[in-house]
């Protein structure tokens, strides 16, 4: 039997008085697209830090392939790009790339960087360019870029879509698509329902510190007598 890639037990989280997350229950199987959605303040990047060991459980326990959360090894086959990527802004395009491999023990490879580049839209010459001079777009490619190229099992994307053109969207759920197909698994946040319904073999609704919701988009829609998963939605959290 296959390891979830994620699993989520009793997950709690406290700020002071604020309880955020309130004994989360949520797993992941190994390949998938999974869709984490909610209104801001909902505890979805609390869950994500608390994931990558960023700050300590309040209650509960959280697995990566089998393996407790807060082990280093555990983190090894995890990409992650976080909502607001901010890159080192005096290192150029082709420097923060070839420090993020290098963390990772992987060489910088010109051909794959460039064949990434060109499946993200980002201008070649961003690699030679500082950081400093990219607008939102640029940047959230770079960090896509950065992410994908180190070709992990599972990926955890907080709102990848942030600052895309359309263009650049629509190439990105190819990359996406892409890396379901070759058997990585993929945990992304976003407000866009319809990519959600688009790119997720399944989803959960994470709501006031809880799960609302957990299933397919299609049962979303039918669990809560809607036409779209926008209207099941705003009816799952009323």
């Known amino acids: 039997m296959n390891l979830p890639a ?4 009793q997950v709690s989280k406290r700020y002071g008085a604020a309880s955020v997350l309130r004994g989360v ?18 505890g979805k990047t609390s869950l994500i830090k608390c994931l990558l060991d960023f700050c300590a459980l309040d209650g509960g326990d959280i697995e990566i392939f089998g393996q407790p959360h807060h082990l280093p090894a555990a983190r090894q086959p995890l990409g992650f790009l ?28 010109p051909s794959a960087v460039h ?8 201008d070649q010459d961003a690699l030679k360019r500082t950081v400093r ?3 939102k777009g640029m940047t959230q490619k770079l960090g896509l870029a950065a992410c994908l190229l180190a070709r992990k099992p599972l990926y955890v994307l907080d709102e990848p879509m942030s600052g895309l053109d359309p ?6 759920k190819d990359q996406l698509r892409a890396l379901r197909q070759n058997g990585s698994t ?5 407000h866009a329902l319809a990519d959600v319904d688009e ?16 299933g397919t988009p299609a049962e979303c829609r039918a669990r809560f007598g809607a036409q779209t998963l926008e209207q099941a939605f705003l009816t799952c959290i009323a």
């Open 167 to 172: 263009k650049a969207r629509a190439l990105l």
């Open 82 to 109: 976080p909502e607001r990527f901010t890159p080192p802004y005096y290192l150029t395009g082709a420097d923060f790339i070839r420090y993020l491999l290098s963390l990772q023990g992987l060489a910088y490879d």
């Open 25 to 42: 229950d949520l797993e992941l199987r190994a390949g998938e697209c999974f869709g984490l959605v909610g209104v801001n303040g909902a």
């Open 115 to 122: 064949a990434m580049l060109a499946a993200l839209d980002l």
């Open 199 to 214: 790119l997720c073999d399944r989803m959960a609704i994470l709501h006031d510190g809880g799960i609302r919701f957990s």
């Open 186 to 190: 993929v945990f992304l946040t976003s």
């Open 133 to 135: 001079s990219y607008s």
């Open 6 to 9: 994620l699993r989520f037990r």
